[in-house]
């Protein structure tokens, strides 16, 4: 059974960092799409970043060079470090893993929450 579980989220003042961590239990890790998503109150789920087999990664405009969205396959573990965090950054974060030729993702974390406050 798959399981990607989050932690590293909570409060932390505006200005500050803050490390997320996914650890995926999931046969060839190497293989996936990883991706963190985040859900503020009252909106939708959006895109944060995500890093595909290869290395690539991709950004949201509102977190480019605050944020940094890397993987260890050697430990099965995506990492979202995220700084100069603002009040507008508060939501709960998602870990998301998907093959490389869909477009949805085929797992999905518990979230961990993470409150920026000003």
């Known amino acids: 059974q798959v399981q990607l579980v989050e932690s590293g989220g909570g409060l932390v003042q505006a200005g500050g960092s803050l490390r997320l961590s996914c650890a995926a239990s999931?046969?060839?890790?190497?293989?996936?799409?990883m991706a963190w998503y985040r859900q503020a109150p009252g909106k939708q789920r959006e895109l944060v970043a995500s890093?595909?087999?290869?290395?690539?990664?991709n950004y949201a405009d509102s977190v480019k060079g605050r944020f940094t969205i890397s993987r260890d396959n050697a430990k099965n573990t995506a990492y979202l470090q995220m700084n100069s965090l603002k009040p507008e950054d508060t939501a709960v974060y998602y870990c998301?893993?998907?093959?490389?030729?869909?477009?949805?993702?085929?797992?999905w974390g518990q979230g961990t929450q993470v409150t920026v406050s000003s």
């Open positions: 998301s893993a998907r093959v490389p030729w869909r477009t949805v993702s085929d797992y």
């Open positions: 999931i046969n060839i890790f190497s293989r996936y799409v």
């Open positions: 890093i595909t087999n290869g290395g690539t990664t």
